[in-house]
């Protein structure tokens, strides 16, 4: 009675067993799962979503030190490219084309023939004028001897002579006229297009322009400043706070931001300013020998001003603009970003110059704005003045990193997943409640 039983009772333990056996074996191999290389086991501690290590890192900023000095205050100011000379050319008879003598777009020298007219009228009114000049002529030779022996008076002899130069008056117009029919280049430049082709009926009633000469080297650039800068930089100097720069390098800068190869001068400044803008016209001259300066092109121009004392230079992609005015970022000694309200005087090169705001030693935000929001942690990257990194210090290269502190707390985490595995062994041989009833009827 008590062997079926206890057959019946013995073969459910060891199912029972092998189950908690397993299942122990998979909690075992997930806790080894989320050792140090997981994301949030007991053995590395600090790992998981909730923990220190899962937070993101600091962003990386550029920052450049606040430092005193002396700078040169410069004026970038818009402008026009103008050429040099202008001509157009122009028919001064009137006909039919026959034929262009040029090639458009190339340079041409003065004289040049350019286009021809149809001569022929003007080669018959050219001969006729010296048929009368010769007529003229003829009769003033033949009434000298008469007017010796008072064979005429002189009055008649008077006539002959000035209708002799009323003669060489009309073949000089009819030479003149017969040489306009070849349009010459009135100056040396660059001529454009064509504006009549041939078989055009040019000249009649008005000089009909032909083509248009340009002499663009040298070229000019006009510019305005306004009168209120040129006053406050007047005052700067009578106060002492400035000293008066020499215009002699004048900076082009194109419509990509890249400067001219030449340097420019500054030609005149204009004395009068102009009442419907407030403004002071100027002109500068800048070499184009190889013409890749056209003239109407927009350009920026920028020369230098004064010269200032103890100011605080600042590269102009540092400086923000907000309601309030102007601001730079800097990093403060708990390595967070703090903006700092500044007022600019002008420019310098491509940096502006501060005149309030900074005292000297603040480390500016000059590259990783966008990431660096008002008292969020930054990590730093310093720059020299030329806006290269500097090399990292030595003590800063010697610290331990949080990269080489994890390392090294894998092999505690990795000493304890063993003792998970070495519980579950014994779970097969534990006591179920069958094998404690056929003991107790034992």
């Known amino acids: 009675m008590i062997t079926p039983a206890l057959v019946h009772h013995t073969s459910a333990p060891p199912q029972t067993s092998i189950w908690t056996a397993f299942v122990g074996c998979l909690v075992a191999g997930a806790l080894a799962a989320c050792g140090p290389s997981g994301n949030g086991g007991a053995g590395a501690p600090g790992k998981g979503p909730g923990g220190p290590g899962s937070a993101m890192q600091p962003p990386e900023v550029e920052v450049m030190e606040a430092t005193l000095g002396s700078a040169t205050m410069t004026q970038e100011l818009p402008g026009r490219l103008q050429a040099v000379r202008t001509a157009q050319v122009r028919a001064r008879v009137e006909g039919i084309i026959e034929r262009r003598l040029f090639t458009e777009g190339s340079d041409v020298k003065e004289g040049s023939p350019l286009f021809r007219i149809d001569p022929r009228p003007y080669q018959a009114a050219y001969d006729a004028a010296k048929a009368e000049q010769a007529i003229a002529r003829i009769t003033v030779e033949r009434y000298t001897p008469l007017l010796d022996v008072k064979a005429i008076s002189k009055q008649e002899f008077d006539l002959a002579q000035a209708k002799l130069k009323q003669a060489d008056a009309a073949l000089m117009r009819a030479q003149i006229d017969l040489e306009n029919t070849t349009v010459p280049a009135p100056i040396t430049g660059r001529i454009g297009r064509e504006l009549v082709t041939e078989g055009a009926l040019v000249g009649r009633g008005e000089s ?19 009168s209120a800068d040129m006053l406050r930089l007047q005052k700067g100097i009578k106060a002492g706070r400035m000293k008066s720069a020499q215009k002699t390098k004048i900076e082009l800068v194109m419509d990509d931001n890249s400067v001219y190869a030449k340097s420019g001068k500054l030609l005149f400044t204009d004395m009068a300013v102009d009442p419907a803008t407030g403004s002071v016209s100027m002109r500068a001259e800048f070499p184009n020998a190889n013409r890749e300066l056209l003239p109407g092109t927009f350009v920026r121009v920028r020369f230098p ?11 102009q992609r540092a400086v923000q603009a907000g309601p309030q005015g102007q601001f730079v970022v800097v990093v403060d000694e708990t390595n967070k970003a703090v903006a700092v309200p500044i007022k600019t005087g002008g420019m ?10 900074l005292k000297g030693g603040e480390r500016i935000i000059v590259n990783g704005l966008q990431k660096a929001r008002p008292g969020t942690p930054v990590r730093m990257i310093m720059l020299g003045p030329d806006g290269k990194p500097l090399p990292a210090k030595v003590p800063d290269a010697a610290a331990p990193t949080p990269s080489s502190s994890s390392t090294k707390e894998t092999p505690p985490a990795t000493e304890q997943t063993p003792p998970a595995n070495k519980e579950t062994p014994p779970t097969p041989h ?8 056929v003991e107790q009827k034992k």
């Open 305 to 315: 001003e004064a010269v200032v004392e103890n100011v605080i230079l600042v590269p």
């Open 430 to 437: 534990a006591k179920g409640p069958a094998e404690t009833n």
């Open 208 to 226: 009909t322009a032909l083509a248009t000469i340009e002499q663009i080297d040298p070229i000019y650039v006009n510019f305005t400043q306004s």
């Open 348 to 357: 310098s090169g491509l940096n502006f110059v501060v005149t309030e705001g």
